[in-house]
């Protein structure tokens, strides 16, 4: 039986420069593709969470909104829901997170497109890859699978979004994971594995359907944009021939020591500016 699915980004201080939930998004739209009823909200920008019209409770959860998202996850239980967390708390945390919290059903753990579909189709979680959950007084989990196919995944359902609630244009990402990986505070590779390309066609479609959303400017937040010189520039040149170079800025690393190559070709660049860590271990 197919059950519906209430996606909720709880708060969490996040300034003013906002984007919408894009991993919210992506989940939105697996579901909504395989005919799942499923709708989404977003508390930072103040919208009511209603836990009670929907089977499932989805909580996306990170180590500093983890308060609100426990918060919210204890009020899903109570109204008798199923509570299911992802996101890189649970990722990391999933033992200490079912140990500790048993109005929480069950964590997903890494990419949660497919999990998630999963269980909102009645699969049993020891036959879902990549989940913890509370198996009598045991925590059970399974491995995941890493997805190296992102080019099959729904795009985000950016068209469910209202651009005017948010101040940064859309997040998008060329890739999951950081080529680089090795710095000793980060915890991204530990998050998502090795680092996992779209292609620059898939990127492409993605930012032409946001501009004719009328999106012109693009947050490519992937956490090592020039880890791979080679697809970062193809990417870079594709923009300039689909003539998608409105405002944008990516996120690089000292590390890979290529953001130069990348920011300083000839010809128009459609390069805004580029953020990179202080400090990026040994
Ligand atoms: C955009 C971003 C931000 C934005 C928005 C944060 C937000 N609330 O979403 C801003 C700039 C505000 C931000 C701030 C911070 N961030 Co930040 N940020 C990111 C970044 C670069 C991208 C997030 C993203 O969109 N990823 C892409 C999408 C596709 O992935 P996703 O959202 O994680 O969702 C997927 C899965 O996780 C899972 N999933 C997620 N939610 C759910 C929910 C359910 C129900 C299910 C089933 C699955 C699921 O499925 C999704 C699809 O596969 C990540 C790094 C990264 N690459 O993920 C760091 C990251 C999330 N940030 C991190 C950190 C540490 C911070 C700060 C604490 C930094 C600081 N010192 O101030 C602050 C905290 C802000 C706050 N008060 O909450 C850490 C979190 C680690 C952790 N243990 O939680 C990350 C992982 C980076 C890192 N270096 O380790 N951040
Ligand atoms: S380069 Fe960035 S994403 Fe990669 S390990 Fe270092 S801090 Fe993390």
Redesign the pocket.
């Known amino acids: 039986m197919v059950r519906s699915v209430l996606?909720v980004?709880p708060y969490?201080?996040?300034?003013t420069?906002?984007?919408p939930?894009?991993?919210?998004l992506?989940?939105h739209a697996m579901l909504r593709a395989n005919d799942v009823p499923v709708d989404w909200v977003d508390e930072?920008q103040h919208d009511v969470i209603d836990v009670t019209q929907h089977d499932i409770i989805?909580?996306?959860?990170?180590?500093?909104?983890r308060h609100r998202a426990l918060h919210i996850a204890k009020a899903a239980k109570d109204a008798g829901k199923f509570v299911?967390?992802?996101?890189?708390?649970p990722?990391?945390m999933w033992k200490q997170v079912l140990e500790n919290y048993p109005y929480i059903d069950l964590c997903?753990i890494?990419?949660?497109?497919y999990?998630?579909l999963d269980i909102a189709q009645g699969k049993q979680p020891a036959f879902i890859p990549g989940v913890a959950w509370r198996n009598g007084r045991e925590i059970a989990h399974t491995t995941r699978n890493l997805n190296w196919s992102l080019d099959a995944l729904p795009l985000p359902s950016f068209d469910a979004v209202d651009f005017s609630r948010y101040v940064g244009g859309a997040?998008v990402?060329y890739s999951?994971g950081c080529g680089h990986g090795k710095c000793i505070f980060?915890?991204?590779a530990a998050?998502?594995g090795p680092q996992r390309w779209r292609s620059v066609d898939n990127m492409i479609q993605e930012m032409q359907w946001l501009k004719d959303l009328g999106q012109s400017g693009f947050a490519l937040?992937?956490?090592c944009m020039t880890c791979d010189r080679d697809r970062a520039a193809a990417l870079f040149q594709a923009m300039i021939d689909s003539d998608l170079t409105g405002m944008w800025w990516c996120?690089t690393t000292a590390p890979a020591g290529q953001t130069r190559t990348a920011s300083t070709r000839p010809g128009p660049s459609p390069i805004a500016w580029t953020k990179m860590p202080a400090a990026t271990g040994p």
Not at 58 to 65: A, D, E, V
Request: glycine share 16%.
């Open positions: 996606l980004g969490s201080k996040q300034g420069y906002t984007n939930p894009t991993g919210l992506y989940l930072n989805g909580i996306q959860m990170m180590t500093s909104n299911v967390v992802g996101g890189p708390h990722t990391l997903v890494g990419d949660g497109e999990p998630l997040r990402f999951r980060c915890s991204v998050q998502w937040y992937d956490d996120c």
